[in-house]
């Protein structure tokens, strides 16, 4: 039996996309081996499939809420550790990615360049470079003359040397900024002659030129290089950095595209879409998470529930639970009179097919047993 034949026996009993993982990890496999694999597969997701009825939801809420309270302390712990730890750990996470917040406390970039490039210290250097921003104030010396009106820009040579900038080149970013042409551009010295009305003026535009940026990409404060080593003990480098602007990040040529990833759900979305937010949605929640044994199960469905309406969603009034058909499971959560008064005014009706509903009616709910209904035929039972 040829392998594409043994596969074929599987395409009813695998789902398709479990199949193509399981054709691209059998390539180096024998037929025997092939079979022996598919059938370990097939055994696996049989143990893996739920029960019609059970409560997934609930159980994956209770999966998580049980450990949170372990969260939290792991949060209060790691607040008065050393420089470096991010604050930003256990519960408050967790409710910064539920929440989908627009801004989160520490927006972070993995940055991973392409693989002919990952090996070479010197090059991921570079790039680390080219990415970190730069200011005026870091490069040069910026000083206000109040008697001339003038505003003198000392570069450091050695820095300029460094990051391979030109005087001209910082004139013609800070001319941009403050909207004004420089008066002199030397090696050592840039002059600019702002014509200010007042002192206070003048000061205005010596901080816009101390915060223009001369090199690296906005938003990005720090970029660090990290080391890596492979399972074969290869060492290899990648760059995370403090802030994250993947629209830029991502046109720089020698920054793999497939593999670089950042931490914010909102700026994904905006760039990569909402396929790439989910799966930012179930990997930040798995690494909060993954010390308290929670079953990633549970975070997938997380991240579907979040992302199914093809927009990062959150959980709460102005989100799912807010956006719920049932009246009732709406008012259930938070505002009943509201909830309650609008349906009125729109004669709305509730199908009670949910939990929440029909515990409030007095109903068994469609979960479980309560998925069946049973009628007991009297006549049939006479005879």
């Not at 408050?92 to 991973?112: A, D, Q």
């Not at 910026?142 to 005087?167: R, S």
């Not at 660090?224 to 950095?241: D, F, S």
């Amino acid at each position: 039996m040829a392998k594409k034949d043994i596969y074929k026996e599987y395409q009813d009993k695998l789902p398709e996309k479990l199949l193509e993982k399981a054709k691209e990890k059998s390539q180096d496999l024998n037929q025997k081996q092939t079979k022996e694999m598919l059938e370990k597969t097939l055994k696996e997701y049989e143990q893996r499939k739920i029960e019609p009825g059970e409560a997934a939801g609930g159980i994956a809420a209770q999966a998580i809420g049980e450990r949170a309270t372990q969260m939290t302390l792991k949060t209060f712990h790691v607040a008065g550790l050393s420089e470096g730890v991010s604050v930003v750990q256990g519960l408050p996470r967790v409710e910064e990615l539920v929440e989908t917040r627009k801004n989160p406390k520490r927006e972070v970039c993995m940055i991973k360049p392409k693989k002919e490039f990952e090996t070479n210290r010197e090059k991921v250097e570079e790039i680390r470079a080219k990415i970190e921003e730069t200011k005026a104030k870091d490069i040069a010396e910026i000083e206000e003359d109040f008697a001339e009106e003038k505003i003198i820009i000392k570069p450091d040579q050695e820095k300029m040397k460094e990051l391979n900038l030109e005087p001209k080149e910082i004139a013609e970013k800070i001319k941009k900024k403050i909207r004004r042409t420089p008066e002199e551009v030397k090696k050592d010295k840039i002059i600019f002659k702002p014509n200010s009305s007042s002192l206070k003026s003048l000061r205005r535009y010596v901080e816009k030129t101390e915060k223009t940026r001369v090199k690296g990409v906005e938003e990005i404060e720090r970029a660090t290089l990290v080391e890596k080593e492979t399972e074969e003990g290869e060492t290899r480098y990648e760059i995370h950095t403090d802030g994250t602007n993947m629209e830029e990040i991502l046109e720089i040529e020698e920054v793999d595209s497939k593999r670089t990833y950042s931490n914010s759900v909102p700026e994904t979305y905006k760039v990569l879409g909402i396929e790439a937010t989910r799966e930012i949605l179930y990997r930040e929640l798995v690494k909060v998470t993954e010390e308290y044994g929670i079953n990633k199960r549970h975070l997938l469905l997380i991240a579907d529930a979040l992302t199914r309406k093809g927009r990062p969603t959150p959980i709460g009034r102005h989100g799912l639970s807010g956006e719920k058909s049932s009246v009732l499971a709406r008012a259930a959560f938070e505002e009943q009179v509201k909830h309650l008064l609008k349906a009125a005014q729109k004669g709305e009706k509730d199908p009670l097919k949910g939990i929440a509903e029909n515990i409030i009616v007095g109903n068994p709910i469609p979960m479980g047993t309560g998925t069946v209904d049973l009628k007991i035929d009297l006549e049939q039972q006479k005879k």
